[in-house]
């Protein structure tokens, strides 16, 4: 394993051993120029940044809190003045409509600091996808500075998509899955960007709703989660699950690599060899676009149950 890979899975560790809930997020100080920026959603002006002409291998964090955000080899130079990323550690970023109405707001997801502004479509690198990050909203922590020899590297933190009606219960019964770090609901397999709920709901967008999971493969395998996907909801139905009809509520699988996609195939078919009509789509991974927040976690601030997503032991 290279010292880069080390550095970056010991950097986000150490970082899920910190995280609580946010009010117990230890929060660095910030001078008034970090905090206009950080915290009032201010812009550094372009080229002056620190980390804008920053080569060194290792992984950008927040400056507020120390989230690990960007590896550096996801770094690249796009002219704009500010340091470009084009893909981000999973679950440390989150997205948001902009207040202009037009743009794409990313912020923190551990503590909420304005990181900048995320664009799509310019075909800068194969991703597609443009970061544009304020220099003072990050922190560095070098390759070499979090790589001791001695320690055995953690298992890299893998995703998986999945789209099973209604995203709430979905996220609800993923949650408690042994394994699972992270969970954020949201849009994808859609021809709109970044779409609203309002759009996907009552605009033939093409997206469906629904939900990235974050997982652990040294406590579980994309296997268990695409297990519990299809005993959470019906994959039998079209276009629907239970009360709630419309395309944007069909049963599918996005699968990342050719892996997942082989292991939802082969689930598929001993379903089908128990005799279940499964409906469920296996279309590649596009982009997520994350959801408002409150659709984010949704029975748990309701302190509810689903009304429509139920176990039912099927493997």
């Not at 037009?102 to 600091?113: F, S």
């Not at 609800?172 to 709109?192: C, I, N, P, S």
């Not at 695409?226 to 996005?254: C, M």
Request: charged share 20%; hydrophobic share 35%.
């Amino acid at each position: 394993m290279s010292m880069q890979k080390l550095a970056v899975l010991l950097v986000m560790v150490a970082c899920w051993a910190g995280c609580g809930r946010a009010e117990e997020t230890q929060m660095n100080p910030l001078t008034p120029e970090e905090e206009r920026i950080i915290v009032h959603k201010g812009t550094e002006r372009p080229f002056t940044g620190k980390f804008y002409k920053h080569h060194e291998t290792g992984t950008y964090v927040c400056r507020r809190c120390n989230a690990p955000l960007y590896q550096s080899k996801d770094k690249f130079e796009s002219g704009c003045g500010w340091p470009s990323f084009d893909d981000e550690l999973p679950g440390a970023v989150r997205r948001q409509p902009d207040a202009d109405g037009m743009r794409t707001e990313i912020l923190c997801a551990k503590c909420g600091g304005h990181l900048g502004h995320v664009f799509f479509g310019e075909m800068l690198t194969p991703k597609n996808t443009r970061h544009c990050v304020n220099s003072v909203s990050l922190d560095f922590v070098p390759a070499a500075a979090t790589a001791p020899a001695a320690e055995p590297a953690p298992a890299t933190p893998e995703r998986a998509i999945f789209a099973g009606g209604c995203f709430w219960g979905v996220e609800y019964h993923f949650q408690k899955a042994k394994g699972v770090l992270a969970t954020r609901v949201g849009y994808t397999g859609g021809h709109l960007q970044n779409p609203s709920y309002k759009d996907v709901c009552y605009t033939d967008t093409g997206h469906a709703e629904a939900i990235e999971v974050t997982f652990d493969p040294a406590q579980t395998t994309f296997e268990e989660m695409a297990k519990l996907f299809f005993e959470i909801h019906d994959p039998t139905q079209v276009n629907r699950q239970g009360p709630d009809v419309g395309a944007q509520y069909r049963s599918a699988v996005f699968y990342l690599g050719d892996a997942q996609k082989a292991t939802t195939e082969k689930l598929i078919d001993i379903l089908r060899g128990k005799g279940m009509k499964v409906a469920t789509q296996v279309l590649p991974a596009g982009i997520f676009w994350p959801a408002e927040d409150y659709h984010q976690q949704y029975y748990e601030k309701k302190g509810s149950q689903p009304y429509c997503h139920a176990y039912t032991k099927r493997f």
